[in-house]
């Protein structure tokens, strides 16, 4: 097994640059999943761990899953699913990686999430307003900003009425243009993060802060309820 030749940032953002030459803005997931899975890339975002922000929200609101849904956005290899399972949520968890959805089940063999394979821009209709609870880590982020509002509507329209939306993403100011930022990730603005919120799903919180591994970058945690 080979040790990966770059910094995992740069190489994620290399396997992206090449997926969007191909016109194929969703295809470098798959492919540093799979070169993961083989010793030769490592993905930054998988933690070994929940979200440290998740993990927050969960114990300041105390959550009860007991006869509730939730759904994870881009699951990665699943240890956000795992703590929102954990919470009694009847939890299905989702990524456009096939192998990251393999890794996934084979981190967790023993999991109450469901873990499946399927397309954020494209999801099963069966899910449309479904979910009691919805959390969204670094999903849409991760996509070029002129996929960002169709995905930022699409997370939102799985949440229940009555339900509720977590949006966990890096900040960028309002001021910085699109063209300065060279992703993935391409962060979220004030702007794109309040854009999640629709006439009948309302911001009731946003928090901004500082990543402890490096305070030069800020995070925002929001939280929304359909009504």
């Known amino acids: 097994m080979s040790e990966p030749a770059e910094d995992p940032d740069v190489l994620a953002r290399r396997i992206a640059r090449e997926s969007l030459d191909q016109e ?12 993961a899975s083989e010793g030769d890339a490592v993905v930054p975002w998988d933690r070994g761990a929940a979200h440290p922000l998740l993990a ?35 939890t ?21 999430a469901h873990y499946v394979t399927a397309d954020l821009l494209a999801p099963p209709p069966r899910w449309h307003r479904a979910f009691d609870l919805v959390v969204e ?9 002129e996929l960002q509002s169709a995905a930022t509507q699409q997370v939102g329209e799985q949440v229940a009425p009555g339900g509720t939306l977590l949006v966990i993403a890096a900040a960028r100011p309002d001021n910085q243009p ?3 930022v060279e992703g993935p990730p391409w962060p979220l603005t004030r702007a794109a993060i309040e854009s999640f919120a629709r006439p009948d799903l309302r911001l009731i919180q946003v ?5 402890p591994a490096d305070p030069s970058i800020q995070r925002w945690r929001a939280e929304y309820l359909r009504d």
């Open 178 to 180: 699109d063209e300065a």
């Open 137 to 145: 880590i670094y999903t849409v982020q991760a996509l070029p900003i």
């Open 56 to 90: 927050e929200w969960v114990e300041e609101s105390q959550p009860s899953g007991a006869g509730k849904t939730a759904l994870i956005v881009g699951a990665g290899t699943g240890w956000d699913a795992e703590l929102i399972a954990d919470l009694g949520f009847d």
């Open 24 to 35: 194929d803005p969703t295809g470098w997931f798959e492919r540093l999943y799979s070169a």
């Open 207 to 211: 928090v901004q802060s500082p990543s």
């Open 92 to 112: 299905t968890a989702f990524d456009i990686s096939p192998t990251a959805i393999e890794a996934a089940r084979r981190n967790h063999p023993d999991s109450k």
